[in-house]
């Protein structure tokens, strides 16, 4: 296969799976989805060594160089492993409604995915705007899909600010355009080359106006704060296997607009601006993720609020400005999707088990999930960035890019809060995972009251010791050896891969 | 191309200025369906001023898209909102923080800021104007105030569909040339907040029977 015909399948075949399992049986789509997720991971990793050589075009609308591959991989292996997991933590109930549910929920999984692949292979700022735009339409939806009134409520906030969101950073393209309107005349396309390649005559006043805009609005979906307020909701809310995506890949994808915004205002007015901004940003985010992980009672809140850390760490680390440490924030992105997707489904592992998500009534995981309660509890260590997962190896490369220039207190700030965000993921471990058994003598099951709203809970649930699903055992195995991997031993294409996204992202030095 | 005949630039002016009047009145109008009937109005400005530019700058696609903005935003959104609120037989009216007057100061000075600003970059095109990015990024600015000040479900609904207006006049006449394909996904981008509203309106209604969002409160930290 060409690298073209590689770039167009990933573009049309979740697209087509997304149109074919809504009309199909859930019991096909199921299995359908894990091959896809498998196949378009396969066709993104085939990517790697082809776009090394030079950047891959397809037609004016498609394009894929080694920036856009980092983020396609990330994305790609979140569809796989949400797939596989999915196949284990959905319980339909018998009978029509059933039915209906696990047709739009695969039908929508299939195509949020397929908007997150989509957004990083568009060729230019505005298909990319509309590729976030549909992930947003797509994954409100499936916020929702659970009907009840806080998910209603979640949905509301979410398809509210993200629009709010997406509205700013679509005048942020608009004021772009009108930038590059000077040099190329009042019609034109927004392609990447031509914005890249024209950049150095643009108004530098219109591209600073853009750029704020840009990280206005796409830090919106991304969960920077301040306007991070609708993501511990929706990430709480949704399905737990949405909320992996949500959080694992879209997050990185609005990250990846940034970046690209980034690019451009670094070839019209320097590097300084654009990272003066980023830093203020990414403080913001990571001083209040870190207060508030030390008290949350909710997984899946908690989880959310590691993101807006990790979400600030990247730009924080883009903000240091140094190769090191760019190449440090691309490890970065990788190794978070592996993390927080790993987090995510031993969330759900421990959802299903316990029936709430109120970390008050959970105790003694380790115990009662004999597998994925001590994987989540090493997918809490990776999060915190204990090595020897990919987590540590990312922040070490930032903190020490940082740390490169000695009058820049942004290491310095960074280490203190990431340590403080430690603290609020530690105390969950020790207090739900490696608390004592819930039930003395390892005998007669506890009965924990009535859970919170979970589709198809019953009212009590009998904690038992076992595993709800294998498939969600071998969605956690994988991503923790991702995690190993990236941690341990990078393998030296994707290693080559970082280093030249990152030269892309620099401008040629 | 050459210069922009004035004619052009002044009636696009004149209906930018009408759609942030429009606005302004969304502010101060006491009932939701009021509200709503002046977001139709609002886009029935939209959809004159992209036939105007679609006619003298020459973009065909622009007619696709009046027609698309006539059909969804003055029709469809408007009429299904009418009618979620008429099944949920609801109070009309709506609830905001501050009074009349204090909002709609509060939106001039937000306009102020948000043109002052726009002028101040200096930006100058021989082919596009500047005014109506202005304009633009005021009716943004007063749209925000409407979602924040007032605190019902259909105005902040209304709020995120006028701001909506806004960026799409901004994109009507700055960049007319950008690909067709953007403005139309925002379009569904309102298709979905109807639905999700619609399931607000069933869901949250249903159970507190007011379209407040002071009872939307149940998430939060």
Known sequence: MTASSVLVAIVIVPFVVSVATFFLPVRMSKPLTVVTGIAIFALSAALVPRVLRAPIRVGGTLQADALSVVFLVATAFLYATTAIFAAGYLHLEAGRSGARYGRLFYSGINLFCWAMVVAPVVNGIALLWVAIEITTVVSALLVAIDDTEAASEAAWKYVLLASLGLGIALLATIVMYYAGTATFGPAYNLSYAKLLAGAHHFPPAAVRLAFVLAVLGFGTKMGLVPVHTWLPDAHSEAPTPVSALLSAALLAICFYAILRFYQITERAVGSTYPRDVLLVFGVASLLLAALYLLRQRDVKRLLAYSSVEHMGILAIGMSFGVQLATIGVLLHVLSHAAAKGTAFFGSGSIVRKFGTKDMRRIRGGVGVLPWSGPLMVAAILALSAMPPFGIFRSEFLIVSGGLSDPHDAGAAILVVLVTIAFFGLSWFTSQTMLSPDPRPGGAPDQVVGAPDQVVGAPDQVVVTRGEPSVWIVVAMVIGLGALLVLGVHLPSQLSQLLDQAARELGGPR | ?221
């Open chain 2, 1 to 221: 191309m050459g210069s922009v005949p004035s004619t052009y630039s002044g009636t696009t002016d004149l209906l930018t200025l009408l759609v942030l009047l429009t606005e302004f009145a969304m502010l101060r109008a006491p009932l939701l369906r009021s509200q709503i009937r002046l977001y139709a109005f609002q886009s029935l400005v939209v959809t004159v001023l992209a036939i105007v530019v679609a006619a003298s700058r020459h973009v065909p696609d622009l007619y696709a898209l009046a027609a698309v903005t006539f059909v969804l935003k003055v029709v469809l959104v408007p009429g299904l909102v009418l009618r979620l609120m008429r099944k949920a037989d609801t109070d009309l009216a709506g609830s905001s923080v501050l009074g009349v007057a204090s909002m709609i100061l509060i939106a001039i000075l937000v306009s102020v800021f948000g043109f002052v600003t726009i002028t101040t970059l200096h930006l100058h095109s021989d082919v596009l104007p500047t005014p109506t990015l202005a304009i633009s990024v005021a009716i943004v600015l007063v749209a925000f105030v409407l979602i924040i000040l007032r605190q019902d479900v259909v105005s902040q609904a209304v709020g995120f569909f006028s701001l909506e207006n806004g960026v799409d006049v901004a994109s009507l006449v700055v960049a007319a040339g950008l690909p067709l394909l953007v403005d139309v996904a925002f379009l569904f981008d309102l298709l979905v907040a109807v639905v999700v509203f619609g399931v607000i309106m069933r869901v949250h209604h249903g159970r507190s029977n007011t379209l407040s969002t002071h009872d939307m409160d149940r998430l939060r930290g």
